[in-house]
């Protein structure tokens, strides 16, 4: 029987693992979809004039609420961001598409960018893993 799309990669791992830890299962599953993907580099961050608009996946944009845009990311994707420069992390939910100048990997809303401290530091790094795709809930932490 051939796999499916959504199948997890369950025959990546030993039987008996899986059977022990299901969250095993989709820890492998998230890092193959971000061995795909851009996770690291520069932040950038939504401005005043996107608020209240739609987003990609048809939610109003609100600068007040932690979200973020991702180019290839499937919408829905929850993520754990990292600032290099301040060491907060904060988990965010995927909403839209961008940024769209290469050299930024992620784009904050205003309020995830104040927490993280992307908005005033100089160094403006991060490093994300995904935590949840669409659908599911987040891994504990």
Same mark, same amino acid.
């Given at each position: 029987? #051939? +796999?499916q799309a959504n199948d997890c990669w369950d025959d990546?791992? #030993?039987?008996? !693992?899986? +059977?022990?830890?299901? /969250?095993?299962?989709?820890?492998?599953?998230?890092?193959? =979809?971000? +061995?795909? !993907?851009?996770?690291? &580099?520069?932040?950038? @961050? @939504?401005?005043?004039?996107?608020?209240?608009?739609? /987003?990609? *996946?048809?939610?109003?944009?609100? *600068?007040?609420?932690?979200?973020?845009?991702? =180019?290839?990311? $499937?919408?829905?994707?929850?993520?754990?961001? %990292?600032?290099? %420069?301040?060491g907060k992390t904060l988990r965010l939910r995927v *909403?839209?598409?961008? $940024?769209? $100048?290469?050299?930024?990997?992620?784009?904050?809303?205003? +309020?995830?960018?104040?927490? =993280? &401290?992307?908005?005033? !530091?100089?160094?403006?790094?991060? /490093?994300?893993?995904?935590?949840?795709? #669409?659908?599911?809930? #987040? =891994?504990?932490?």
């Amino acid at each position: 029987m #051939p +796999a499916q799309a959504n199948d997890c990669w369950d025959d990546l791992l #030993p039987a008996a !693992h899986v +059977a022990q830890d299901p /969250t095993v299962a989709r820890r492998v599953r998230y890092a193959e =979809l971000a +061995a795909s !993907h851009r996770v690291a &580099g520069l932040a950038s @961050y @939504y401005s005043s004039f996107f608020d209240g608009r739609k /987003t990609a *996946n048809g939610e109003i944009f609100r *600068n007040r609420k932690y979200s973020a845009a991702h =180019l290839t990311l $499937p919408l829905g994707t929850w993520i754990e961001v %990292a600032s290099r %420069a301040t060491g907060k992390t904060l988990r965010l939910r995927v *909403n839209d598409r961008g $940024p769209y $100048p290469r050299k930024f990997c992620l784009d904050l809303s205003q +309020a995830a960018a104040r927490f =993280l &401290g992307v908005d005033k !530091h100089p160094d403006r790094y991060v /490093t994300f893993r995904i935590i949840a795709l #669409p659908g599911e809930e #987040p =891994l504990a932490e």
